[in-house]
């Protein structure tokens, strides 16, 4: 047996698997004997079965089977010790089988092979990349301490509605401009603070309580279902509805913030922190790791912007289009292929970058680091919730447990491989630090 590699061009390749008799008889034979040993066919004892009978059924079967066998294990074998670089697997050619099954002697099976592209990364560390950060300036503190202390603060009544107060009232239905006998009425509350309508905070502005007036739903709710809800009926009932309800304001509530003062530091950061420089100082370090995990986000897909664009890659497209459309579970058709096709590439080329890197600079993902990451964010998880996380042997067991779902464990290769990533680009790049505003980073990280 033999294989004969041919070049079509530099993204494909022709690979030819000649077998002589001597390749499959032996094992052709051995299977021939097994199922003679085995078949239950009327007339015959079991293992008494004619092996010309035998031959007569099973054999051409048997054949193709062997031969698909050799062929395909000849091939990898022979991709893997001459390093031949492919995308996809080898497809066997149209009518590219030479041989009878019928006469059986020497075959020759033909393949195509998809050659994987060699590139060279555009990147060095001379090449200049944005870092985007958060400019942590006086407004951003003012409103992480406001927020603080609004957390710790405590609601009171107030006379009159503002720009973030609750209002507690009551909807009634109206008839005739007077409160309906038997009508809708109902409960519920509105927060100043997420209304949009101009003409509803205008109208709410400065009322007091056991003001009453009519309010259009629309203008306080956030959709239909929201609004069904702040009447406290069905999504069908309100559709269904045409008539005008009247507001009653009966308590407006106003969050009264936590005085800085040496309690509410006790409260947030026990004995360490005494005053509210020194509470400045920890919010806007801790204000710092809190946005480091995105600006490292920001700056990895920076760098993948940059190496999608400029790196150039050839692939063997008709031959992709044929692996794909093979190797699916579901048929696809050829406009829905042609369609999605560039993002596929798109994928496939991020994918081969990633690999080189990784290989090219022996970055590997050890089991260790995989459980070791996955304790880590089990630990972050927990820190989320303020609650303590559980001892090592626990954690272990844990981790270990949430990588036999291959759906987590799969995210959670993603992420500690693009840490891993992040890590690279920051040694082997040239980082041009931006600070951004602290709403135009969020946006920047949203999109």
Request: aromatic share 8%; with cysteine.
């Amino acid at each position: 047996m033999k294989i004969i590699r041919q070049e079509v061009d530099a993204q494909n390749g022709i690979l030819k698997v000649e077998i002589i008799q001597e390749d499959y008889q032996s094992k052709v034979k051995a299977v021939l004997d097994k199922y003679r040993k085995t078949a239950k066919i009327p007339g015959f004892r079991p293992g008494q079965v004619p092996a010309g009978l035998i031959q007569k059924q099973y054999g051409k079967s048997v054949l193709i089977d062997e031969l698909n066998k050799i062929s395909n294990d000849a091939l990898y074998q022979y991709i893997t010790e001459e390093k031949i670089e492919i995308l996809g697997n080898p497809l066997p050619i149209e009518n590219g089988v030479e041989g009878s099954f019928d006469s059986p002697q020497d075959f020759t099976f033909s393949y195509q092979i998809g050659y994987s592209p060699s590139f060279n990364l555009p990147i060095s560390k001379k090449t200049k990349v944005t870092y985007n950060t958060v400019k942590i300036d006086k407004k951003l503190l003012n409103k992480q301490t406001d927020d603080l202390r609004r957390r710790y603060g405590k609601l009171v009544s107030v006379e009159n509605i503002s720009d973030k107060d609750m209002v507690m009232g009551k909807f009634e239905e109206l008839e005739s401009g007077l409160i309906k006998e038997g009508g809708i009425s109902h409960s519920t509350t509105i927060s100043m603070e997420f209304l949009e309508n101009k003409a509803a905070i205008k109208l709410l502005t400065g009322k007091k309580i056991n003001d009453s007036f009519v309010l259009d739903l629309t203008s306080v709710s956030k959709g239909p279902e929201d609004a069904a809800a702040m009447l406290g009926v069905s999504a069908d009932i309100y559709a269904s509805l045409s008539c005008d309800f009247q507001f009653t304001i009966t308590d407006i509530k106003r969050m009264e913030m936590a005085e800085l003062n040496e309690e509410l530091f006790q409260k947030l950061f026990g004995d360490e922190i005494k005053t509210e420089d020194e509470m400045n100082k920890r919010i806007e370090a801790d204000l710092t790791r809190m946005f480091e995990e995105d600006a490292d986000r920001l700056f990895t897909k920076n760098v993948y912007d940059l190496l999608i664009e400029e790196t150039k890659m050839t692939f063997p497209e008709e031959f992709l289009k044929k692996w794909i459309k093979a190797s699916s579970e579901k048929p696809i058709a050829d406009e829905d292929l042609d369609r999605e096709f560039d993002a596929y590439l798109k994928s496939l080329k991020w994918q081969l970058i990633q690999t080189k890197i990784f290989k090219d600079n022996q970055i590997q993902l050890t089991n260790e680091e995989v459980i070791n990451y996955t304790k880590s964010l089990i630990v972050g998880n927990y820190a989320q919730y303020g609650m303590p996380a559980p001892d090592e042997e626990e954690l272990t067991e844990t981790a270990k447990r949430l990588l036999q779902n291959k759906e987590q464990a799969n995210g959670i290769y993603d992420r500690l491989a693009e840490s891993k990533l992040t890590a690279f680009f920051k040694e082997n790049v040239a980082i041009s630090k931006k600070e951004l505003a602290y709403d135009d980073f969020v946006a920047m990280a949203k999109a």
